[in-house]
Every structure is written in structure tokens, then in C-alpha cells.
């Protein structure tokens, strides 16, 4: 497919999915104002809270459709974005087109491709693979290096306990 074919096909798909958006955001809109205020409201404080609570919001920001349904406006339940670079290109405000970003990052999230565009994380994320890995492998460095310092005899002995019941 050339890029003006897809080009084509990615705007008839979008002005396809554009209404059905635009009714779901005031579905959820009415639902964020009435039964799910109280709820909405309590997210939103987590989110804008101390250290501790900014953990428990991206805990339950982890869940998909609860992100979706409390990452709002809490005066007119509108939908928002934490989508850095969807406010950088002046896609991700209030609303629909919040709720499309939003839904194009779940979806994305779900085929596999995440990350963050937090250094904090990154770094976070990064270093605790490091660490496990780095343990393993001093671990096996100790173990090597104990057996070379050994004396034959010690290494027999030791195989020889290895292999035999003590009482």
C-alpha cells in the first residue's frame, strides 16, 4: 500500500470511529458527573498528591478501563490525557480528542509496544533488571572463584559430602 492510499485509508477509518467517540466520551461525561463523581474526584486527588498516593494512582492507572473512566476533568468530567507528547502536539486536550489518545495509547500498550517518557522510570525500570542479572552473575563469579582457590583434596571431599548422607 503507497502512503497516500494509507493516508486515505487511516482518514475514511477515522471519520468512521470520530462519532462513535464523541458519544462515548458523553456517555462517560455523564457517568463521571453523576453516579462515578465521588470516584473521579478521589482519583484525581490521588493523582495530584504526595509521593506515596502519585503510587497508588498509577497502580490503579494500570487497569485500563479504570484509567479511562477516572482520568477526567472533575468539574465537567471531560476527559484528560497524561500523554506528554500528545500535548506537545496539541492533540491531547479536553474531551474527545483526550479520549482518542487515551484509547490509542491502550491499544498500543496491549500490542505490546509501552514505555515511559518519565527519566525517573526509566532509569527505575532499567536498574532493577540490572541488578537481579548482576546478582546472578557475582553469584556464579563466587562460586567459580571458590573452586579454583580449592586444593584438590578439598574439591574431592567436598563432592564426596555432596553425594553422601551426614549423621
Known amino acids: 500500500m503507497t502512503g497516500g492510499r494509507l493516508g486515505m485509508k487511516v482518514k475514511q477509518l477515522m471519520g468512521k470511529l470520530r462519532p462513535l ?3 462515548l466520551e ?6 463521571r458527573t453523576g453516579p462515578l463523581k465521588k470516584v473521579v474526584e ?14 497508588v494512582a498509577d497502580m490503579i492507572d494500570k487497569n485500563p478501563l479504570a484509567k479511562i473512566l477516572t482520568k477526567a476533568d472533575a468539574a465537567t468530567g471531560a476527559s484528560r490525557t497524561g500523554n506528554r507528547f500528545a500535548n506537545a502536539l496539541g492533540v491531547g486536550e479536553n474531551g474527545a480528542n483526550a479520549l482518542t489518545t487515551n484509547l490509542t495509547e491502550t491499544g498500543l500498550r496491549l500490542a505490546g509496544m509501552s514505555g515511559t517518557s518519565s527519566v525517573g522510570k526509566a532509569a ?6 540490572n541488578v537481579a542479572e548482576q546478582g546472578i552473575e557475582q553469584g556464579v563469579k563466587y562460586g567459580y572463584n571458590q573452586s579454583q582457590t580449592e586444593g584438590e583434596d578439598e574439591r574431592r571431599e567436598a563432592t564426596d559430602r555432596g553425594f553422601s548422607l551426614e549423621e
Open 21 to 23: 467517540i464523541e458519544e
Open 26 to 31: 458523553k456517555i462517560l461525561q455523564k457517568l
Open 42 to 55: 478521589r482519583v484525581e486527588g490521588l493523582r495530584n498528591g504526595n509521593f506515596l498516593e502519585k503510587r
Open 124 to 129: 527505575w525500570r532499567g536498574s532493577a533488571g
